[in-house]
């Protein structure tokens, strides 16, 4: 019985490095955000629902799988989203020893029902608080031996 692509599994292509390494990359992401700096003297402990981090982890391991050195090759960008403005939390380069293939760009979103609360934080003071970051991310993908593509994810 033959099977065309289609009807081939997606776990067939995944890789078991880039399962490992998208676990260790989530831990890293986690750390990141939980010191984030998104003001100019405030920190916050952007907290990841556990759906979001599934879907992130999800959404990184298959835009991976079609680069030369899968995750691996990955430079990721992390931004936190609220009202227009976007604040960069975080660069990590995925495996240091190797030469980066593709940047993402990870776009969270702060819960919108926090922002009345979380107004203060990008005035100047310390703090230390708390936040709840939205299910809802964008990722963009810009492949760095090509010019032609970008490709923006919304989930």
Not at 23 to 41: I, R, S, Y
Not at 47 to 54: F, K, T, Y
Not at 140 to 149: F, H, R, V
Request: hydrophobic share 40%; proline share 6%.
């Amino acid at each position: 019985e033959e099977a065309s692509l289609p009807d081939l599994d997606l776990d067939l292509l995944h890789d078991p490095e880039d399962e490992l390494l998208c676990t260790n990359l989530m831990d890293l992401v986690q750390a990141t955000l939980g010191k984030a700096p998104l003001g100019t003297k405030r920190c916050s402990r952007l907290l990841m629902p556990a759906q979001l981090l599934v879907q992130v982890r999800t959404e990184l391991l298959r835009l991976a799988c079609s680069e030369p050195c899968g995750l691996r090759g990955a430079l990721l960008d992390l931004c936190v989203e609220h009202g227009k403005a976007c604040h960069d939390v975080g660069h990590i380069a995925v495996d240091p020893t190797v030469v980066p293939t593709f940047q993402l760009t990870l776009v969270l979103r702060l819960d919108s029902r926090l922002w009345p609360k979380i107004q203060g934080l990008f005035t100047s003071g310390p703090a230390f608080t708390p936040l709840k970051l939205s299910t809802g991310f964008r990722v963009i993908k810009k492949k760095l031996y090509s010019s032609e593509q970008l490709l923006i994810e919304e989930c």
